[in-house]
């Protein structure tokens, strides 16, 4: 038996060609997301079994038009090729077409081949090749791109077994030649003495370094100084780098006259139908609304359900063991620490897979294009980008993904704009928070007979923040000094009935970046978090005698005065010591020390507010009546003001508190990441937190 | 074939930009501009020869949705400005 070979391929192609779905058909669920060495651009990989004696590890590379990239998703495509170091180079690369777009397509292949790397074209969506009357003569094809070229359908799963096997057959021939050497035809002279620097490298990946400015490993010192001298004349360069697209697409033409034939007359126009609809003036943006009225209509609706079971799921694990274990520290760190916090983790899932499922179809089917083009002249008068919509929608389950997704707007100032207004949606994790208050200052009553006034209350928090969002948004246009080009071009691709497998990849992929990212943060959190409410300095260890000696004399029940202990304790503790000693900044806001534990244990995630009130009004773990927690709450009454804690001008100081300020350390380590540099996320932090605080103490200030 | 026709006879035709198009209308990107095109553009299928149809304005006439060559795409106003058409008259 021979030994088994595994064969690394990059899988590389234009954006709304099929990739992903070839990527999942080739992979199924045995694929990992990884990071780039250097740049936190996602790095898809995944097994995949090619035949008996071969195995391949598949890198999905960003979609990209060309090789010279624009954005920072399609840098990762050129620095993964032009990278020479056995261990991380592919073998093989598997470029993907589709069928329609043809020419197209074949620029991007061009460049590849010219890179001299063993590759194979797979030219998708064969299925839809009658329909559309096209016709191909692969033969001829092959023989005129000198490569192998496989007609596969990565959605009916057709022609997947000719790749496998043309991908061993190119792995083992392991010839590879350039397919237009089109830089000769532009400048002689000029390749020849850039050829002449490296004989270790082709001709275009010269050009391309000293184009994109990208050197790797392999370069000596020497080298790079003699490309450098090469960057010298900008113009020229930009009138080589014309002349090379244009010589490619002769090419091109020339092989696909031959080769590609397209019936006209059969061609179907439901494109233009459905975009005289969604691109419309008016019925565009009606049709934009709904859309997202349905969204977040589903997320409240179907999410509540799976929400309120996971919910409920963990109290009773944690009372369960709590009954079972042998009391101690564990047990208590488990119970009160671990448990609950990765179930305040887990009860996001339903409402960011939701969203995302939302948001997955609708990239899917080819409309998210035709909201960039509608919102962008919208979006660019805030500094922002067509492409920011995608981002901020995504801001309402998480901010963490929506921080991500502003990786394809290519202008830098555009980018980061998006990027620091992105908290001010309202995520997911202010949700616990809202309902709570809301629910404790805002009579259920309805208006006009119908609409719930709470609903209302929250549908205008959401107003708040997306309104937030875009004035800040336009204050930092003004204000932030940054030179970037914003070229704005985004294809708008056929319509297409969405994969339902990989709209179910994205989703697992999405909410797994929530779960590992966020998620580490907040139940590492909860578990210090206990621990600082449960231990204290010496007067916390005699609090319990204290209190048991002071009230001995009233006729209390049994869990009364456990209850009064619990509340004693955390006053003593260190997380309540912490929460007396800032209550001086925080009394003008309306709020008092309690408030304030609750703020300082949400300052790096804002969902634990509610758990942290929960417990300062102890109720007892294994009694998970919100009503009661509610109860509580209304009936408190603050020591400085001798008013109720929670009345209605400290409830409406607290909803403004945190619709704006800065309480999640997940999204700041991934500002950190994505701008490369603690200035931004620190700026987030500072700005909205004074916003913030400003903000509710004129609110306080009015209403009290 | 048009731009044949238009060195034959260039007063059937005069010069414009993508900006100036109409919606439905019809030009061919013409060689002049061939400097100032980005190259992302000319990548997508921009190319000197191509024929453009303007599909849609968003509102403002900002940004533009085209058809060159097979390529849908869109752009914006300022860029469409600097991308010169043969125009028939």
């Not at chain 1, 979609?63 to 399609?74: A, F, R």
């Not at chain 1, 991007?108 to 839809?128: G, H, R, Y």
């Not at chain 1, 208590?332 to 609950?340: F, N, S, V, Y």
């Not at chain 1, 701008?675 to 996320?681: G, R, V, Y």
Request: proline letters at 4%; a positive charge; glycine letters at 6%.
């Amino acid at each position: 038996m021979a030994s088994n070979t595994n064969i690394k391929i990059a899988l590389i192609g234009n954006p709304n060609t099929g990739k992903t779905l070839l990527f999942n058909q080739l992979t199924g669920l045995n694929q990992k997301v990884g990071n780039y060495p250097g740049v936190t651009v996602d790095k898809k990989e995944g097994k995949s079994k090619l035949s008996a004696t071969h195995t391949a590890t598949i890198t999905d590379l960003p979609g990209t038009y060309s090789i010279n990239p624009t954005s920072l998703d399609e840098s990762i495509v050129l620095k993964t090729l032009l990278k020479k170091d056995i261990k991380s180079s592919p073998d093989v690369i598997l470029v993907v077409a589709d069928a329609e777009n043809l020419k197209r397509n074949l620029l991007l292949f061009s460049q590849i081949k010219d890179l001299e790397i063993p590759t194979v074209l797979a030219i998708n969506m064969i299925d839809q090749m009658k329909k559309k009357g096209i016709s191909i003569d692969l033969n001829a094809l092959q023989k005129e791109l000198n490569t192998e070229v496989i007609l596969i359908s990565a959605k009916k799963n057709e022609g997947i077994n000719d790749l496998k096997a043309a991908i061993i057959k190119c792995h083992v021939a392991a010839k590879a030649s350039p397919l237009c050497a089109v830089n000769h035809k532009i400048d002689a002279d000029y390749f020849d003495r850039l050829k002449e620097i490296s004989p270790n490298h082709s001709i275009y990946e010269l050009w391309l370094m000293v184009t994109q400015n990208n050197y790797p490993d392999s370069i000596t010192k020497e080298e790079k100084e003699n490309l450098l001298a090469f960057k010298s004349d900008a113009s020229k360069l930009k009138k080589y780098q014309h002349k090379e697209t244009i010589y490619r697409y002769q090419e091109i033409n020339r092989i696909l006259k031959e080769t590609y034939i397209v019936d006209k007359t059969k061609a179907t126009d439901l494109r233009g139908k459905l975009d005289r609809i969604f691109t419309h003036k008016i019925f565009g943006y009606f049709f934009f609304f709904l859309i997202l009225l349905l969204i977040f209509q589903s997320i409240f609706d179907w999410a509540s359900l799976p929400m309120d079971l996971i919910d409920g799921t963990f109290a009773d694990i944690s009372s369960y063991l709590k009954r079972e274990l042998s009391p101690g520290v564990l047990t208590d760190l488990l119970t009160d620490g671990i448990i609950p916090g990765i179930g305040g983790v887990l009860i996001f899932i339903p409402q960011i897979a939701i969203l995302f499922m939302f948001i997955a179809i609708l990239e899917e089917t080819g409309y998210m294009s035709r909201v960039v083009f509608l919102m962008d002249k919208i979006m660019r008068r805030f500094g922002m980008n067509g492409k920011s919509v995608i981002p901020l929608i995504s801001g309402t389950a998480c901010a963490i993904p929506a921080v991500m997704a502003t990786r394809t707007i290519s202008s830098w100032k555009e980018r980061l704009i998006t990027i620091l207004v992105v908290p001010f949606t309202t995520c997911s994790a202010r949700l616990p928070v809202y309902a709570i208050l809301i629910a404790l200052i805002i009579p259920n009553k309805k208006i006009f007979g119908f609409y719930s006034l709470q609903g209302f209350t929250l549908l205008m928090l959401y107003v708040l923040g997306f309104a937030t969002a875009i004035l800040s948004a336009y204050i930092l246009q003004k204000t932030l000094k940054i030179k970037s080009s914003s070229f704005f071009v985004v294809e708008m691709p056929n319509y297409k009935f969405p994969s339902v497998k990989n709209v179910f990849f994205e989703v697992v992929e999405k909410t797994k970046a929530f779960v590992l990212g966020a998620g580490k943060i907040i139940l590492a959190l909860s578990v210090v978090l206990w621990f600082l409410a449960s231990n204290g300095p010496d007067s916390y260890n005699n609090v319990e005698q204290n209190i048991t000696s002071e009230i001995s004399n009233q006729d209390l029940s049994e869990d009364e005065l456990n209850q009064k202990i619990a509340s004693a304790k955390l006053e003593h503790s260190y997380i309540g010591i912490m929460g007396k000693s800032i209550e001086p900044a925080i009394k003008p806001l309306g709020y008092d020390w309690k408030v304030g534990i609750a703020l300082i244990t949400s300052f790096a995630a804002r969902e634990v507010f509610v758990g942290t009130l929960a417990t300062i009004y102890s109720v007892e773990n294994d009694d998970e009546n919100t009503s009661t927690i509610k109860e509580k709450m209304r009936n408190d009454i603050n020591q400085n003001t001798g008013e109720k804690t929670f009345n209605f001008p400290v409830g409406v100081s607290l909803l403004v508190f945190y619709a704006f300020a800065m309480q999640c350390m997940a999204t700041l380590a991934i500002v950190k990441k994505e701008t490369n540099t603690w200035k931004w996320p620190l700026i987030q932090l500072f700005g909205m937190s004074g916003l913030a605080y400003i903000c509710s103490f004129i609110v306080y200030q009015i209403l009290s | 074939m048009i731009l044949n026709t238009y060195l034959c006879h260039p007063k059937l035709f005069f010069l414009s930009t993508i900006a100036s198009l109409l919606k439905g209308e019809i030009g061919y990107i013409s060689e002049e501009s061939l400097d100032e095109i980005p190259l992302k553009l000319l990548e997508m299928g921009c190319l000197p020869g191509a024929e453009v149809q303007l599909i849609q304005l968003a509102p403002l006439k900002d940004p533009i949705y085209i058809n060159v060559n097979g390529s849908h795409l869109a752009i914006r106003k300022e860029t469409a400005a600097i991308i010169k058409i043969i125009k028939a008259h």
